[in-house]
């Protein structure tokens, strides 16, 4: 505040801003943020985690707002001036609204996590973009989904995760895929966002694959992948494949893209594209594709043909290497998620092989017990 009055003093104004007579305001790091995520929120949403994130970043701040009315005495010793009624007053509101939203955003979060369980259900792989502001995740998304996502070059564009479904060109594994478009992440994210954002912040978590997007256009990306890949640290979310990709390649030199290209094709996991141009597309599929295959099981099973929908799943979600068509069902060896090779774990060749193995021991043990 003093700072801002500062400012505001005709002498500077007259420096800064010449003829103009207009206020500055002057804003922290953190309430700069918060500024744009507000103007930003379209959803409900994102509406009440910008207002939790706000009131959280008040509450220790009321006690300076109402330092002119300190030494207004009531006239009586020990009691208080309209100051500290005032700041108790705004202190037990603020308090109220922040158990209020705290509530409705919890609601928030069981509504997605039903949404979450619906789609392991389906047994399809969910891939979550994530990386620093402005990166061009919501521009990625729409290349390969036509989702219509806001796709600006402004800093937080997206403040809701957006999900589509999309069957990525080229693409063996898994014929289809959810991509998750999340909030951009920034250095050192203030506390109070990233309490506020659980709930968006979960998609990120329960992803099959972390697809890190990275601005190699800017001068400093590699310091903004590290504060990325620290905030993923944070909310737990590194003990997953990742998929590093360095887009905006088009806005470089020929020898400096050359040579990005050159350091993705080095590396597992990790390939450069203009998501803007579509170009590295392919590669980014390949990409993807070697990921997920890391987290598929292989099954050999052999399916009654009354089990139809099981055959289905199979060709749906897994990479299907050998069907025989047999007089007792369909033998199956492929490559599938790990919660469908459970559920159909009673068709495994070796698991009925071994059954029928121990049969005979059981007779023998019976036969010794009579």
Partial sequence: KTLENTFNKKLIQDDFLGAESQEIKVVDRTALILDIFAQHAKTREGKLQVDLALHEYRKPRLTNMWTHLERQGVGGVGLRGPGESQLEIDKRLVRDRIIVLKKKINDVQKQRAIHRKGRARLNIPVLALVGYTNAGKSTLLNFLTQAGVLAESMLFATLDPTTRKVKLPGYKTHPEVLLTDTVGFIQKLPTQLVAAFRATLEETREADVLVHIVDVSNPVWRKQERAVRR????????????????????????????????????????????????????????????????????????????????????????????????????????????????????????????????????????????
């Fill in 231 to 370: 905030v993923l640290d944070e909310i737990d979310a590194l003990d997953k494949p990742i998929v590093t990709v360095f887009n905006k390649i088009d806005k470089l030199n020929d020898e400096d893209a050359e040579m990005l290209r050159y350091e993705a094709a080095c590396n597992d996991n990790q390939v450069a594209v203009s998501s803007l141009m579509g170009e590295g597309m392919s590669d980014f599929v390949s990409v993807v594709e070697e990921a997920l295959t890391s987290l598929l099981v292989s099954i050999k099973v052999e399916i009654p043909y009354s089990k139809g929908e099981e055959i289905n799943m199979v060709h749906e979600t897994g990479n299907v290497e050998t069907v025989d068509y047999r007089e007792s069902g369909t033998y199956l060896e492929a490559l599938v998620p790990t919660a469908l090779a459970n559920r159909l774990e009673k068709y495994d060749i070796n698991r009925s092989s071994s059954s029928s193995d121990d049969e005979p021991r059981k007779k023998k043990k019976r036969d010794k017990r009579y």
